[in-house]
């Protein structure tokens, strides 16, 4: 296929898959609050100033702006068949409800889909799309199946590629801006020329798929590589296991607390969440209340907002900027209540994220720590290409699905990586 490149690039976001199992944490835990953690904590700074919760209940934190970056790469206007040709699968035109402007292209068929655009004309002329300084980012809407994977491919002309997969949670069915990180690659692409783009979705066997596309961008990426460490549902193997090999390393991460588990058997005391937020870890919003989709939307309020104040209430009103979804579950209300609450949210995607500025802050994939070797190899495409990697663990050790030993294994690989460790917060505030 050989067409004249595109003049129009009006792109916006994007919803993709992973490498990785559906990641999970604990379902609806059967502990309350222990009293005798009760007690106030004040987070304080080097200079001795506190960041306790601000009792007024007002903003200290000037939120990111909302909005597109980036260029659009296609908009899906006008004629789209002039442009895209379906490999598997059919296309159509959607005028009803796009994402954005006065259409978008919905893709159908069954197990997969896909559809190619070449950027490479016959006189050679504009031929290509330049992604060395970029990321890419799509919006998707998924009517069937009710969770897929999405994936892209990036070719240069010598048939060399990159891959981004990305997969999306099963109840976020309306337009969704996802950025797509980089999973694999075959041979070395140009991609200061990028002449093909394929898109495809994903489902189990047999399974209908019917899902929307609009606005293909590209986001600026930036200058070097970063990793995150996530640990999800307070458990005690971030104070006991990771700690130590950060504070060697003069490294901090993020855990999410389960304000319900405090002191708990495993799980975090207040006294350990303290000495981590000293050395720069950040507390962050994980609701002790599993699958919040499911719930009505006062239920899932309630929840949000009960969990930040408790991180606001003892003194980590820092990290409670964040939010981690449980069981990376999220739809439309959810996101909602997220984004009133919180500057960021961070849901398994089963890939890299966008280093210098996601384009949509509250769909921040992760990728989940089982695999040492999984995880290393996404670090190395992440330092190549100046991508974030959010790792997220639960317990570590024996009889835990990460042993010590393959969880050194990462920690000494990215010590080694060109890439930088971040916090939530380093991160959320470097943008």
């Not at 976001?13 to 953690?37: E, H, K, R």
């Not at 789209?80 to 954005?100: H, L, T």
């Amino acid at each position: 296929m050989s067409r004249p490149l595109s003049r129009r690039r009006l792109l916006a976001t994007i919803g993709a898959a992973g490498t990785f199992s559906v990641a999970g944490c604990s379902g609806v835990l059967n502990t309350g609050p222990d009293s005798n953690n009760a007690a106030d904590r004040t987070e304080s700074n080097e200079d001795g100033s506190s960041n306790a919760a601000n009792p007024s209940g007002t903003e200290t934190q000037t939120p990111i702006p909302d909005g597109p970056v980036g260029d659009v790469i296609d908009d899906f206007e006008e004629s789209v068949s002039d442009r895209w040709e379906a490999d598997a699968g059919s296309m159509r035109i959607d005028s009803d409800s796009p994402m954005n402007g006065s259409q978008a292209l919905v893709l159908e068929g069954t197990e997969q889909v896909q559809l190619t655009q070449s950027f490479f004309s016959d006189d050679e002329s504009d031929s290509g799309v330049d992604l060395s300084t970029h990321d890419l980012s799509m919006a998707v809407r998924f009517e069937e199946p009710t969770r897929g994977k999405v994936q892209i491919h990036a070719r240069s002309i010598d048939g060399a590629e990159i891959v981004a997969k990305r997969f999306l949670p099963k109840e976020l069915d309306g337009w969704t801006q996802l950025d797509f990180g980089y999973t694999s690659e075959s041979g070395d692409p140009s991609l200061d020329s990028v002449t093909e783009i394929v898109v495809a979705v994903h489902a189990e066997a047999g399974q209908s798929i019917t899902v929307g596309i609009d606005e293909l961008r590209k986001i600026p990426k930036a200058d070097t590589g970063k990793v995150m460490f996530q640990f999800d549902d307070s458990v005690a193997a971030a104070y006991e296991k990771a700690f130590p090999e950060f504070k060697k390393r003069g490294w901090s991460g993020g855990v999410a607390v389960m304000p319900e588990v405090t002191g708990k058997d495993k799980r975090l005391s207040l006294e350990n969440m303290q000495e981590m937020a000293d050395a720069g870890w950040d507390m962050m919003s994980h609701t002790s209340i599993d699958k919040l989709p499911t719930r009505p939307e006062e239920e899932q309020q309630s929840a949000i907002e009960g969990s930040k104040q408790y991180l606001s209430k003892n003194g980590f009103e820092k990290g409670a900027r964040h939010f981690v979804a449980p069981n990376g579950r999220v739809d439309e209300t959810t996101i909602e209540q997220i984004s009133d609450n919180h500057l960021a949210n961070y849901m398994f995607g089963g890939c890299p994220a966008n280093a210098k500025r996601p384009s949509n802050m509250y769909t921040i994939p992760r990728v989940m720590g089982k695999s040492a070797a999984e995880v290393t190899d996404l670090v190395d495409i992440a330092a190549k290409h100046n991508q974030l990697v959010i790792i997220q663990y639960h317990h570590i050790g024996p009889d835990a699905p990460t042993s010590m030993d393959g969880f050194k294994q990462v920690v000494n690989h990215v010590e080694n990586a060109d890439v930088e460790v971040v916090s939530p917060s380093k991160f959320v505030d470097s943008i």
